[in-house]
T-cell receptor
C-alpha cells in the first residue's frame, strides 16, 4: 500500500542555519515526488517536483531535494534558512500508471528562530 | 501567474444542510481534484475528475459527496447532508497532465455545527 512518512513533525532551526526535512515513501511501482509548502492560512504551494531525470531537483526559495530510489527517500534541504521559511511542509507522492491522486505525508512544521 | 481560486474562503453550516464549494481551476488544465485536511491531520484525497467524469475517488467520497463541472470554468464539490466530521479545510487542485504537479487553491474552511 502507498504511504508517505515524514518522521519529523516539528523542526526548529536558527536563522541562516541549514535544514533537512525528511520524507520516505513506500510503493510497489515507480513514483513522482513533490514538496509543497503551506504558509499560515494559505493553500499549498508547489516547492519542487521530481518526475524523471536528475535525482537532485531544485525548487523555489532556494530549496532542493534529492530522490534516492534505494532508500525510497526524497529529503528536502536548504543551506541557509530565513525567517520567512517558517511554514508547514508536505511531501507528496503519486504513483505512475495507477491514477493521479496524491498521497501526502503528515507534514513538518518548520520554525525558524531569529 | 495563473492560479486556482476557491469560494467561499470560510463557510459555517448546520448539520444536515447542503453545502457547495466552488473552485475555478487554471484555465488550460484538464484534470481536477478535491482534497480535504481535517485540523491537525494530513491532506487526504477525495476525488479526481477528467473529461466530465470521476476518474478516481477515495473511501471518504461516499454518496453524500458529488462533483460537477457546470460550465467551462467552475468545478464544484457538493456535500448533500453535512455531518460534524465534515468540518475541514477543502482544497481544490488542477493539473495539465495526469501525473504532473497539481496546483492548489487557497482552500475553503468548512465548519459544521
Amino acid at each position: 500500500a502507498q504511504s508517505v512518512t515524514q518522521l519529523d513533525s516539528q523542526v526548529p532551526v536558527f536563522e541562516e542555519a541549514p535544514v533537512e526535512l525528511r520524507c520516505n515513501y513506500s510503493s510497489s511501482v515507480s513514483v513522482y515526488l513533490f514538496w509543497y509548502v503551506q504558509y499560515p492560512n494559505q493553500g499549498l504551494q508547489l516547492l519542487l517536483k521530481y518526475l524523471s531525470g536528475s535525482t537532485l531537483v531544485k525548487g523555489i526559495n532556494g530549496f532542493e531535494a534529492e530522490f534516492n530510489k534505494s532508500q525510497t527517500s526524497f529529503h528536502l534541504r536548504k543551506p541557509s534558512v530565513h525567517i520567512s521559511d517558517t511554514a508547514e511542509y508536505f511531501c507528496a507522492v503519486s504513483e505512475m500508471g495507477t491514477g493521479n491522486q496524491f498521497y501526502f505525508g503528515t507534514g513538518t512544521s518548520l520554525t525558524v528562530i531569529p | 501567474e495563473p492560479e486556482v481560486t476557491q469560494t467561499p474562503s470560510h463557510q459555517v453550516t448546520q448539520m444536515g444542510q447542503e453545502v457547495i464549494l466552488r473552485c475555478v481551476p487554471i484555465s488550460n488544465h484538464l484534470y481536477f481534484y478535491w482534497y480535504r485536511q481535517i485540523l491537525g491531520q494530513k491532506v487526504e484525497f477525495l476525488v479526481s475528475f477528467y473529461n466530465n467524469e470521476i476518474s478516481e475517488k477515495s473511501e471518504i467520497f461516499d454518496d453524500q459527496f458529488s462533483v460537477e463541472r457546470p460550465d467551462g470554468s467552475n468545478f464544484t464539490l457538493k456535500i448533500r447532508s453535512t455531518k460534524l466530521e465534515d468540518s475541514a479545510m477543502y482544497f481544490c487542485a488542477s493539473s495539465d497532465t495526469p501525473a504532473g504537479p497539481q496546483y492548489f487553491g487557497p482552500g475553503t474552511r468548512l465548519l459544521v455545527l
